[in-house]
């Protein structure tokens, strides 16, 4: 039973440098979710995907980040120039479907920008 | 937008305690609550979840929680902890697909 995989574990970049993270559902989800871990903070929403759509990206940053979910391959969380403040945890997160269903979280990507 | 209290931060227990985790949220409609668990060096992993129904809702490893709809609350509860239960909690609810987490809470069982 695979669960969510995420690609890279541990993600070293130099300020400046683009981040690319990877994640793949539980096989048959179609909703991706990511979720970003700040120092000494709770987990925060970042974007949900559905194949092809963005279906919300309220909790992203506007400049620098962006996420797509293709209809074929993995989810990508990208991030472009990244600063020291992009220095966090990267979960990303599937479903079956909305509503009345659990996320399942993958083992998430540790960025570290220097 | 709704947000997600948990009242401790770290809470400290021996084996064979009594353990209760608080947790409130502020959504006012009708609520999909969630406790997930994270152990040292793993992955977040579903502990129990409330749709609806029964307000007390069993989980895995000996741990319910119970929803209080009139006090916004969604408490963890154990009555007997294991030094395997060592690990960070946290509360979430759903709304529209995302899930908006509490800070979480630390837990360390002593031996």
């Known amino acids: 039973n695979a669960g969510v995989m995420q690609n890279p574990r541990h993600l070293v970049r130099r300020r400046g440098q683009e981040a690319r993270l990877r994640c793949s559902p539980v096989k048959g989800h179609s909703h991706v979710y990511w979720y970003r871990q700040l120092p000494e903070e709770g987990l925060k929403f970042m974007v949900y995907?559905?194949?092809?759509?963005?279906?919300?990206e309220s909790g992203m940053p506007k400049e620098r980040f962006s996420a797509e979910f293709p209809k074929e391959g993995p989810s990508i969380l990208r991030i472009q120039q990244v600063v020291r403040g992009d220095s966090a945890a990267y979960f990303c997160?599937?479903?079956?479907?909305?509503?009345?269903?659990?996320?399942?979280f993958g083992p998430g990507t540790r960025l570290t920008v220097t | 937008a709704q947000s997600v209290s948990q009242h401790n931060h770290h809470v400290i227990l021996s084996e064979a305690a009594s353990l209760e985790l608080g947790c409130n949220y502020s959504?006012?409609?009708?609520?999909?609550l969630f406790w997930y668990v994270q152990y040292p060096g793993q992955h977040l992993q579903l502990l129990l979840k409330?749709?609806?129904?029964?307000?007390l809702v069993k989980g895995i490893k000996g741990f319910e929680a119970e929803f209080i709809k009139s006090k916004f609350s969604f408490n963890l509860r154990k009555p007997s902890v294991q030094w395997s239960d060592t690990a960070e909690y946290f509360c979430a609810v759903n709304e529209d697909g995302k899930l908006t987490f509490g800070q979480g809470t630390i837990l360390t069982v002593h031996p």
């Open positions: 409330y749709f609806s129904g029964d307000p």
């Open positions: 995907l559905q194949k092809e759509n963005i279906i919300d």
């Open positions: 997160a599937s479903s079956p479907a909305t509503g009345m269903y659990e996320q399942y």
């Open positions: 959504y006012g409609g009708t609520v999909n």
